[in-house]
C-alpha cells in the first residue's frame, strides 16, 4: 500500500494553500481544471495540498512569472514527458495510447482504457510525482536518458 512520505500528506485546505502561495483559490481551480496539479481529494470532495503540492505550485508560478510561460505552455511541456518509459507499459498498449502517440495533454489528463493505466490514481503516480517540480524534472530526465 502506498505510504506517503511526511512533504507528501496532504493538510493544507484550498483557502490555507492559496495563502501560504499568496494566489487566489480561484487559481488554485484552475490549475487544477488545466491539469497542472492533481491535489488530494476526500471523498467529501475537499481538496487538500501537501508541502510537495506548494512546491509543484511554486514552480508553476515561477514558469508564469518569471520565465513568462503561458498556462497552455506549460500543459504543453508536461504532455511531452516519457511516461510509457517511466511505467514501462507494453508496446501494444502503447501503440494505441493518446500519450503516446499525441502530446496535447499531459497523459494524467487523459482518459485510459483498458491499459496499465485504467485504474491508476495519477497523484500517486511516479511519472506525475517525479516531474513535480524544477529540480526533479532535471533529475528524472537525467535518469531516462544516461
Ligand atoms: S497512472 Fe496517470 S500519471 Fe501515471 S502514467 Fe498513467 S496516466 Fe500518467
Not at 493538510?11 to 483559490?25: E, F, R
Not at 484552475?30 to 495540498?49: A, C, W
Not at 500517486?124 to 516531474?131: A, M, P, R
Amino acid at each position: 500500500m502506498y505510504t506517503p512520505i511526511t512533504n507528501e500528506i496532504p493538510v493544507y485546505t484550498i483557502s490555507n494553500a492559496a495563502k501560504l502561495l499568496h494566489i487566489s483559490v480561484h487559481t488554485l481551480r484552475m490549475y487544477e481544471r488545466e491539469g497542472l496539479i492533481i491535489p488530494f481529494k476526500k471523498e467529501s470532495n475537499q481538496r487538500l495540498y501537501s508541502e510537495k503540492d506548494l512546491e509543484r505550485i511554486r514552480c508553476i508560478r515561477k514558469a508564469i512569472t518569471e520565465d513568462k510561460m503561458g498556462i497552455d505552455g506549460i500543459r504543453k511541456m508536461l504532455s511531452l514527458i516519457p511516461c510509457w518509459g517511466i511505467i514501462n507499459c507494453p508496446i501494444k498498449e502503447r501503440i494505441e495510447c493518446k500519450a503516446y502517440i499525441g502530446y496535447s495533454k499531459p497523459c494524467w489528463m487523459l482518459k485510459h482504457k483498458n491499459n496499465v493505466c485504467e485504474n491508476k490514481n495519477c497523484r500517486e503516480c511516479e511519472v506525475y510525482s517525479s516531474f513535480g517540480n524544477c529540480q526533479s524534472i532535471k533529475e528524472k530526465l537525467k535518469e531516462l536518458i544516461h
